[in-house]
């Protein structure tokens, strides 16, 4: 199990680092072709918040898989360590059925997108919206091992 979430941390993080450096220098191609040659791309705006959407669900997906979101765990602290490890079971129920929720309802939203292009780039908006149901199956297959663990009794 924890093969897999190495694998699954490592492409997520490499994917979120390829869009930022993706960002960056199309970013530095629309400034600096503006101001020194006086040419720019209709279609970088478009790119670029494309690649930004999915570095924010891919993000959202890597810090819930490291189990870094915020939480707020002051009370679960103080438990006793049975009822801290039902807690967290009962947490991670949650976040699958939220998760699946997500994924359900992302599709529909993509799928409507898909007849509506970015207006610089003949590109559907409905990939953009494909990271949120990408994220949210992530998002519930980490839940998903998570509640393996439990299940078997390992240790996370």
């Given at each position: ?36 040659f ?40 103080r ?18 059925l ?59």
């Amino acid at each position: 199990m924890e093969h897999v979430r190495l694998w699954m941390e490592r492409i997520l993080a490499t994917a979120i680092g390829a869009g930022l450096i993706g960002i960056f220098l199309l970013n530095l191609y629309q400034v600096g072709g503006r101001y020194l040659f006086g040419i720019g791309a209709a279609w970088i705006p478009d790119v670029t918040r494309f690649l930004f959407i999915w570095m924010v669900f891919l993000g959202t997906a890597l810090v819930h898989l490291q189990k870094k979101h915020l939480v707020i765990d002051f009370v679960q602290l103080r438990m006793p360590h049975p009822l801290r490890r039902a807690t967290e079971a009962l947490i991670s129920t949650g976040m699958l059925l939220m998760a699946v929720l997500l994924v359900v309802v992302g599709w529909r939203i993509m799928q409507i997108r898909m007849d509506i292009p970015y207006t610089g780039w003949e590109v559907p908006t409905g990939y953009a919206y494909l990271a949120v149901p990408v994220a949210a199956a992530l998002i519930a297959l980490t839940s998903l091992m998570s509640l393996w663990e439990w299940v078997s009794g390992g240790k996370r």
